[in-house]
């Protein structure tokens, strides 16, 4: 008899507006992607748990055989993801108790189909996905074992972009249209440094608690960003947030900082300080692919490709 094969998948994300402010109500604009993450679950010998994670290129980048009794490591390729995904596997058995309480064996294979180190969302997709297996909600499962504001998860299974907003004790998102006509002079640049969004979470999110016209001034941009019909008003609202936000954390916008000289405006996304950088121009893909190359930076990636 043929093994049974289960397959989910969960879309990357980046966050265009409300970065730390979501986490104190904000409203932020999500964008998920075209890219995300595949999870093939087999019924497999034994009583234990094989797990393969492959990069983009299909090679594996962390593997191990874990014990469904307490999930502890057997073998493991790396301790510190054994952790996490045993931290999330825990939580989704508390979630739902039926949850791998056979002890029958499965391999699990998980495939990405964008590098590691771009930070689209290779946890978010993966706590998505489990969810989807553990047939619990992906947003308590999430809140069980991160401490983000759940935008990714959103993203994970959205069609179009989306508004996104963390309440006391709810969340609300929407999909919304967002097709101007100048997405073909956005662009996303990857600095080559991975951010840590959790320890950057942790370090700036908390000083936006309590600041109210701030988190009411994100929300009106989140809101009137994604009405505006030309470039320069869409410009004008992303060099206000990171002002805004520049101010709140105590650094320099990205652009001041690294990119003085780029003619057009350049947004941080999402935890600043690495991952992508939102860079738009009405110079064209060749002035900006050029541009960042001088400062030895060569993935741009045009909104409309990776853009769901």
């Known amino acids: 008899m043929d093994p049974i094969k289960k397959k989910f998948y969960a879309r990357g994300k980046l966050l265009l507006t409300g970065e730390y402010a979501v986490l104190h109500g904000a409203k932020a604009v999500a964008l998920p992607l075209k890219v995300g993450q595949r999870m093939t679950v087999t019924n497999a010998r034994g009583s234990d748990l094989i797990w393969e994670a492959l990069d983009d290129n299909g090679d594996i980048w962390y593997e191990s055989q874990m014990s469904l009794y307490d999930f502890s490591d057997i073998k493991t390729s790396d301790e510190q993801i054994s952790k996490k995904l045993a931290k999330i596997l825990k939580a989704a058995v508390r979630e739902n108790s039926e949850f791998l309480s056979t002890w029958s064996g499965f391999k699990v ?59 006391d004790e709810s969340l609300h998102f929407n999909e919304i249209e967002f097709k101007p006509s100048f997405l073909n002079k956005l662009f996303f640049v990857y600095q080559g440094a991975k951010q840590d969004s959790e320890s950057s979470v942790n370090t700036h999110g908390k000083k936006f608690k309590g600041k109210k016209d701030v988190i009411n001034r994100i929300s009106a941009i989140s809101d009137e960003i994604i009405q505006t019909k030309n470039l ?24 001041e900082r690294l990119f003085p000289d780029f003619e057009g405006t350049i947004k941080s996304l999402g935890a600043w300080g690495g991952d992508f950088i939102l860079a738009t121009t009405e110079k064209g893909e060749d002035y900006v692919k050029s541009y960042f190359a001088s400062k030895k930076l060569d993935i741009v990636k045009p909104y409309q490709s990776i853009v769901l």
């Not at 978010?124 to 935008?151: D, K, M, P, Q, R």
């Not at 989306?162 to 309440?167: A, E, T, V």
């Open 109 to 167: 294979e998980t495939q990405l189909e964008f590098p590691l180190n771009w930070g689209l969302g290779s946890s978010s997709t993966l706590i998505a996905n489990v969810a989807e297996w553990a047939e619990v909600n992906a947003f308590h499962l999430y809140f069980a074992v991160a401490n983000g504001s759940g935008y990714d998860i959103a993203c994970a299974n959205a069609d179009e972009p989306i508004h996104y907003q963390l309440g």
């Open 232 to 255: 320069q008003t869409f410009n004008n609202l992303l060099e206000e947030h990171e002002t805004i936000i520049a101010g709140v954390i105590g650094e320099k916008p990205v652009k």
